[in-house]
């Protein structure tokens, strides 16, 4: 049976790792792979393999250099070489004593939400502006580019996001509908300043609502910091509102405009033989299954 010499199973042929004398520190075999680039995301049980093939002594000039590091660097569990620390959503650690699935990394921290495994959140949620003009969430998500691209140079402009001309991130879209039925129309714009949004139709004069009793806009900050979204609905709506309406939204930096039409059809119109109906443009969710989302930044 094996026994313990000093706290470590021992049996026959079996050799002890023995600490170097000195400054070394007992670290992982110098032989074993430190993961790089995408390698490092899946890291856990795999490194546990790595880490308990054999023990050497510490020699730091021996040690691998890590690669696309997108969250920085931290110390292996024998603070002897670097590694690829954790990025922000990734599974973590909570505290020194583990050594399982990493270290977060630069302005992250282990956080535990009940319901899901610990993960790495960002300590800070103020925006920031970028030396290229692109405004980041916050500092982790700035981090991430600049590790990425080192090459660039990047450097935070100032707090806050970059000033920009508005993008209109959903624009309304082309519909159809029966007289007396409701049409809504919607418009979900980014920018800073925040935009204004303004509706008008083609062919006609003045802003929308305007006289039209039967038309009203909404506005609403959101879905997310920075946006504003906003609606034109047209209650039992009539042959004469059939046409081209616009969403225009405008701030001191810029604007920008999107289109979309409204086709009205009578009744009568639905039972003619041969009736083709217009077919709207896709909207955003049916490209939600083949694209993958971005960050509204």
Same mark, same amino acid.
């Given at each position: 049976f094996?026994?313990?010499v000093g706290g470590f199973p021992s049996t026959p042929g079996h050799v002890l790792p023995v600490p170097a004398l000195g400054a070394d520190r007992i670290s992982r075999p110098v032989s074993a792979r430190t993961p790089t680039g995408p390698d490092y995301l899946q890291r856990g049980w795999q490194r546990l393999l790595e880490e308990g093939e054999s023990w050497v002594a510490c020699r730091p000039e021996e040690c691998p250099t890590p690669r696309g590091c997108l969250a920085g660097m931290v110390?292996?569990? *024998?603070? *002897?070489c670097w590694?690829?620390?954790?990025?922000?959503?990734q599974i973590c650690d909570l505290d020194n %004593?583990?050594? !399982? /699935?990493?270290?977060? &990394?630069d302005h992250l921290e282990c956080q535990l939400e009940a319901g899901d495994p610990p993960h790495c959140a960002c300590r800070s949620s103020q925006a920031l502006c970028g030396?290229?003009?692109? %405004? /980041?969430?916050?500092?982790?998500? !700035?981090?991430?580019? !600049?590790?990425?691209?080192?090459e660039a140079n990047l450097t935070v402009a100032h707090e806050g996001p970059c000033e920009s001309e508005p993008q209109i991130l959903s624009p309304p879209y082309d519909v159809w509908n029966v007289t007396g039925q409701d049409v809504i129309f919607g418009c979900e714009v980014f920018a800073y300043p925040m935009a204004s949004i303004e509706w008008r139709k083609e062919g006609a004069e003045g802003l929308l609502p305007g006289a039209h009793p039967h038309i009203s806009a909404q506005f609403r900050g959101g879905p997310q910091k920075y946006e504003v979204t906003g609606w034109l609905q047209i209650q039992g709506v009539?042959?004469?509102?059939? &046409? %081209?309406?616009?969403c225009f939204a405008r701030n001191r930096v810029g604007e920008a405009a999107a289109l979309a039409s409204l086709t009205v059809l009578t009744p009568d119109q639905? %039972?003619?033989p041969g009736l083709s109906l217009p077919r709207p443009r896709p909207g955003p969710e049916d490209d939600a299954e083949?694209?993958?989302?971005?960050?509204y930044y």
């Open positions: 094996p026994s313990l110390r292996d569990p *024998c603070d *002897c590694e690829c620390a954790n990025l922000e959503g %004593t583990n050594h !399982f /699935y990493g270290q977060c &990394g030396s290229d003009g692109r %405004t /980041y969430a916050q500092i982790c998500k !700035f981090l991430e580019v !600049f590790h990425a691209h080192p009539r042959v004469t509102d059939e &046409g %081209t309406y616009r639905l %039972t003619m083949s694209e993958e989302s971005e960050d």
